[in-house]
């Protein structure tokens, strides 16, 4: 078996970008793409050289068979991805946002094979091949099997001496209430190494409005680092250990997409952290890793690769 530097899993969808601006219901033209917070991740992650396994299932469809297929060519593991006979693969559509705005997405995915990820498909040996898992709340939020499933894997790794690291990524509309989303989303959170929330996220899961506090929250629950997201201000970030910092956030030209800079975000912290890079060092490559997915059209498009890092003197 391969050995992996991150093992990650989750959905991934087919998504159709409108060509034009407008109700989606009035555009006529969409170009398809990959879209998933996990595989943002995990393809943000073999663009800068790790070793990364993801695992998941998809319908018997030509959408999952895209989807399988556009994951494989940019260099991630997906022999733990299943294909579901009499099961389906999900899908969104994404208006065309203008002067930066978040752009406005409808979700296809009830009921999907990914969203009936389960205990029962965990692959231990596999997640064991792996130093690291980087987890999010979006898988959580799918199906009670699919948190089932979170809870486990954080677990188990945990227990086997790995890290892990874990972004909230709320999806309100995937849960019963908010009282509920906050209440799971805080137990997978405090088992993880690593916590990833945005500001706005933060507040939401704590009811605290800064920074310092948020990350306190998760720390006094035994977490070991908490990067808050601030957007173009940058991150803080504070350790169980009393280290903290703010890392000001990188210059754009244009903002032409702001879905997947956190995906990004993560990417390039986990990559320097699993790289040994000192802990201010790790959150700068996350803010500039953050701000090239957002000057291109896609979710992971932006995303660089190692030399596109290494070509600017910020690997």
């Given at each position: 078996m391969m050995a992996l530097d991150v093992v990650t899993y989750g959905e991934a969808m087919a998504m159709f970008v409108a060509e034009e601006t407008g109700d989606l219901a009035a555009v006529a033209h969409f170009t398809r793409r990959l879209a998933g917070a996990e595989t943002?991740?995990?393809?943000?992650?073999?663009?800068?050289?790790?070793?990364?396994?993801?695992?998941?299932?998809?319908?018997?469809?030509?959408?999952?068979?895209?989807?399988?297929?556009?994951?494989?060519?940019?260099?991630?593991?997906?022999?733990?991805?299943?294909t579901v006979a009499g099961q389906t693969s999900a899908f969104q559509l994404k208006a065309r946002a203008e002067n930066g705005a978040d752009p406005l997405v409808e979700y296809f995915r009830k009921g999907s094979a990914a969203s009936r990820l389960a205990?029962?498909?965990?692959?231990?040996?596999?997640?064991?091949?792996?130093?690291?898992?980087?987890?999010?709340?979006?898988?959580?939020?799918?199906?009670a099997t699919s948190l089932a499933f979170a809870g486990q894997?954080?677990?188990?790794?945990?227990?086997?001496?790995?890290?892990?690291?874990?972004?909230?990524?709320?999806?309100?509309t995937l849960w019963p209430s908010q009282a509920v989303m906050v209440e799971q989303i805080n137990r997978l959170a405090a088992r993880a190494d690593w916590v990833l929330p945005g500001l706005g996220e933060g507040k939401i899961l704590t009811g605290h409005d800064l920074p310092h506090d948020i990350a306190d929250f998760y720390l006094q629950q035994g977490v070991r680092l908490v990067v808050i997201k601030l957007g173009a201000d940058g991150a803080y970030y504070r350790t169980a250990?009393?280290?903290?910092?703010?890392?000001?956030?990188?210059?754009?030209?244009?903002?032409?997409?702001?879905?997947?800079?956190?995906?990004?975000?993560?990417?390039?912290?986990?990559?320097?952290?699993?790289?040994?890079?000192?802990?201010?060092?790790?959150?700068?490559?996350?803010?500039?890793?953050?701000?090239?997915?957002?000057?291109?059209?896609?979710?992971?498009?932006?995303?660089?690769?190692?030399?596109?890092?290494?070509?600017?003197?910020?690997?």
């Open positions: 943002n991740v995990a393809i943000g992650l073999a663009r800068l050289g790790l070793k990364v396994g993801w695992l998941s299932r998809v319908g018997d469809d030509s959408f999952g068979r895209f989807i399988r297929a556009s994951v494989q060519a940019e260099g991630v593991d997906c022999s733990r991805v299943v205990p029962e498909h965990f692959d231990p040996a596999y997640f064991l091949s792996a130093r690291h898992l980087h987890a999010t709340g979006v898988a959580a939020a799918l199906s894997a954080i677990d188990f790794m945990r227990e086997h001496g790995r890290t892990v690291s874990f972004d909230p990524n709320l999806r309100p250990d009393g280290d903290s910092g703010m890392v000001p956030g990188e210059r754009v030209d244009k903002v032409v997409d702001t879905v997947g800079a956190g995906d990004g975000f993560a990417a390039g912290l986990v990559s320097a952290l699993l790289e040994g890079l000192p802990l201010a060092q790790a959150v700068r490559r996350a803010n500039r890793v953050g701000a090239f997915a957002i000057q291109v059209a896609g979710d992971m498009e932006g995303l660089p690769t190692r030399a596109q890092l290494d070509a600017l003197g910020q690997s």
